[in-house]
């Protein structure tokens, strides 16, 4: 039988088995065979598929990826199973990667205004590239300020030795910006300057103060795995999970035991455990004794439950059983979390040390199945800069000291609270330049824009924050050729760089500084990749997507455990009779804080409480709906003290305590695409520029609100439809708090 046109194409799609070929991982059998043959049209052409192997920096999260690309184009991305922190797992917003590399809205060129506020015109990179030398250059007039996002790997490394080199400000932005507090926490009672891997997988017993980490905090990819193994195991019993917090997220709704405390009392509620702990006798002796200065219970006595439970809105007979529960030998090893909100507040250090203090009182510190120390990065960081210094920052530019700034992926204009009115200072800068590859709020008012790749089109290196407690060093490669003429962040600033006659740059480009740090990695000869030639390292690396050293673990060392406080710290009072409801802000679970809006994949991913996209709302509990003379979908407005407001529509949720009013982030854009501008609200707006008293950290979680109606009514879309949210038969939820 002669062979046919479809036969040949069908054969010759089967052939190819990719870019990735390594140990423990292969491409599964059903991603190369060929659907439906018999269906199959005589002229589709099947082509061949390549995998490869990448890793891509979300935040604060960092996931080993395989990218599916047919015929050029990448078509689908999955979780790599040989990365040691994903395993194979991936989230929405690495799958939302495609859509960034294809978005319609894309900046595809370089732009510049000819006059300021005029239009872009298009220009070529030699051009472009003359212009950014031309502004550096004239740094001596005034300082120039480079703003990113929190980077890693070789390209915080590049962005460093450019600032260092050229003289220009270097300031880390994120919207909340709070995981300075728990890195803070965590290095004055353990020594750790990198954040520790919270072994989840193999703990028995989880307290969780605020961390929404099955849902969007830090890495919920690599803790929804560990969750799984938590619960169903093999060989192990079932984890028990309490949370506490303020509001009913996706962590609260899957624990065993959900526990409100009001807003800012964290810290209150985990020294009234240790106290407890401590008093009985049952917390480990040593910790017990470092974290007291030797004096046991008694320098806790402030903290005892019946003292605290008015303040936490936690009974005291439950706070007595949380400590039972945590120091419980059947319990162990437990693990103690904290974040998010609480960590957001303007006592969020005090908070922080309390609650990671108790790891060490339960012997859970740099064990299995509770806090595991990582080891020191081998790239730089650039970590967030504190609220009180953005302040500081927006001043210079409205007096004139700063006269430049240069943002990627730093949307000032859209992530700083309202009321310190980011905007207007960047329109006093004379210059921003812009190397984002969106037209965001802060890009829209640049006057220069070097638009710069996805991360699926540039050369890169990620270290994982936190860690699986050994080294582990994910490897960036372009999975696609640059789709528009941009460039990689990293290389515009080495060419400029060169430009300016600046020593010390890690490499000509971006390729050459990963393979220099590759050649660096090679020269160990051990780890997951060991070859006689750097060229067969390189290329195996590239294959599995990474290099990792089990054997390259913290020393474990640490300074003698500080006293804990033996007072609460002063927090100014809040009017909490003209503003009644504690605001309590959330990422969206596609979107996060904002960075995430222009993507619609991570527009559609519902909310896992109340199914809503694409929009923004005010959880109300029903009781105080009532009281307010509000149903679902009525829009409100929400105010804070700073008299800011923003109009939203309520969703009716029992499960929402009485005294909060909680609102997600990460819409109500004036920009950033067509698919994020004019939707919904920014909650950021009203937020109050309040700050951690230690670490001047943004405390986003410390703004309170009143709720009033107005005449206008607007359906949340969720995939729920219209049906409301009821509370379950023969099932109540108590919520105690006093004045």
């Given at each position: ?41 005589e ?12 890793a ?30 994903n ?51 004239g740094?001596?007039q ?83 795995r ?19 917090g ?30 407890t ?5 049952t ?20 903290f005892a ?13 439950v ?56 080891p ?9 800069t ?13 007096s ?9 992926d ?8 309202g ?71 990293g ?20 390729r ?118 509000l ?18 529509p ?44 230690e670490?001047?950290?943004?405390a ?39 004045a």
């Amino acid at each position: 039988m002669p062979l046919t046109r479809r036969q040949f194409l069908k054969w010759a799609g089967v052939t190819s088995i990719g870019a990735v070929v390594f140990n423990g991982c292969r491409v599964p059998d059903h991603e190369i065979q060929v659907q439906s043959p018999v269906e199959m049209p005589e002229d589709l052409v099947t082509g061949r598929d390549n995998y490869y192997a990448t890793a891509a920096q979300l935040g604060m999260a960092s996931e080993g990826l395989l990218v599916r690309v047919m015929e050029g184009r990448a078509k689908k991305i999955e979780g790599n199973p040989d990365h040691p922190v994903n395993t194979g797992k991936h989230g929405i917003r690495a799958e939302a990667l495609l859509q960034a590399l294809y978005h319609p809205d894309r900046i595809k060129h370089p732009l510049i205004r000819i006059a300021k506020g005029g239009p872009f015109v298009e220009i070529g990179w030699d051009d472009g590239i003359r212009e950014l030398v031309r502004i550096l250059n004239g740094r001596d007039q005034g300082e120039v300020l480079l703003a990113t996002p929190l980077l890693r790997g070789r390209v915080a490394d590049v962005v460093k030795a450019f600032a260092d080199g050229s003289g220009v400000r270097l300031q880390g932005f994120d919207p909340l910006g709070c995981e300075s507090v728990v890195r803070e926490a965590l290095r004055q009672l353990y020594g750790q300057n990198t954040q520790p891997d919270f072994d989840i997988a193999h703990a028995s017993y989880i307290l969780n103060f605020g961390a929404d980490f099955l849902g969007t905090w830090v890495n919920p990819t690599h803790f929804s795995r560990g969750y799984g193994e938590f619960r169903q195991g093999a060989g192990r019993s079932r984890g028990r999970l309490v949370h506490v917090g303020a509001r009913y997220s996706t962590t609260a709704a899957a624990a065993d035991h959900w526990v409100y405390a009001t807003p800012g009392s964290e810290g209150l509620l985990a020294m009234a455990i240790a106290y407890t702990i401590i008093d009985e006798g049952t917390a480990d002796a040593d910790a017990a004794s470092a974290l007291t200065g030797g004096q046991g219970a008694r320098a806790l006595q402030a903290f005892a439950p019946d003292s605290v439970a008015w303040q936490t809105g936690v009974d005291a007979h439950v706070i007595t059983e949380l400590a039972h529960e945590l120091a419980d030998s059947h319990n162990r090893p437990a693990l103690v979390i904290g974040g998010g909100p609480s960590a957001a507040q303007e006592n969020g250090l005090f908070n922080m040390i309390a609650v990671y203090a108790l790891n060490a009182l339960v012997g859970s510190v740099n064990r299995p199945g509770g806090l595991v120390f990582n080891p020191e990065p081998v790239s730089g960081r650039i970590r967030t800069t504190s609220l009180r210094d953005w302040k500081q920052t927006l001043a210079d530019m409205r007096s004139g000291d700063i006269t430049a700034v240069l943002v990627r992926d730093a949307d000032l204009a859209y992530g700083l609270p309202g009321e310190l009115d980011a905007r207007g200072a960047l329109r006093s800068v004379e210059t921003i330049v812009s190397f984002s590859s969106f037209l965001d709020e802060t890009s829209e008012l640049a006057d220069l824009i070097l638009p710069c790749h996805t991360p699926l089109e540039e050369w890169g290196t990620d270290e994982p924050n936190p860690g699986p407690g050994y080294t582990t060093v994910g490897f960036q490669q372009p999975a696609v050729r640059p789709f528009h003429e941009t460039w990689s962040f990293g290389d515009v600033l080495l060419s400029a760089g060169s430009e300016l006659g600046l020593s010390d740059l890690p490499g000509a480009d971006m390729r050459e500084a990963v393979r220099s740090l590759a050649m660096e990695l090679h020269e160990r000869k051990r780890g997951s990749v060991v070859q006689p030639t750097f060229v067969e390292f390189w290329k195996r690396t590239l294959e599995r997507g990474g290099w990792w050293d089990i054997r390259a673990t913290a020393d474990g060392s640490r300074p003698e455990l500080p006293a804990l406080p033996s007072r609460p710290p002063n927090v100014s009072p809040a009017d909490s009779k003209r503003y009644p409801l504690h605001l309590v802000p959330f990422e969206g679970i596609g979107v996060g804080a904002g960075q995430y809006a222009h993507l619609p994949w991570a527009q559609s991913a519902p909310d896992p409480i109340t199914s809503a996209v694409w929009d923004t709302w005010v959880e109300l509990n029903p009781h105080t709906a009532d009281e307010l003379g509000l149903k679902n979908n009525d829009v409100v407005i929400v105010e804070s003290s700073t008299g800011r407001t923003i109009r939203v529509p309520v969703y009716i949720n029992p499960a929402t305590p009485p005294s909060v009013a909680a609102v997600p982030m990460g819409q109500g854009h004036r920009a950033f695409t067509s698919y994020a501008a004019r939707r919904g609200a920014n909650v950021l707006d009203i937020l109050e520029p309040a700050e951690d008293a230690e670490t001047g950290a943004f405390a986003w979680g410390a703004t309170r609100v009143r709720v009033s109606g107005t005449t206008r009514t607007r359906v949340v879309p969720k995939l729920e439809g219209i049906e409301p949210a009821r509370q379950l038969h023969g099932e109540e939820l108590i919520y105690v708090h006093k004045a």
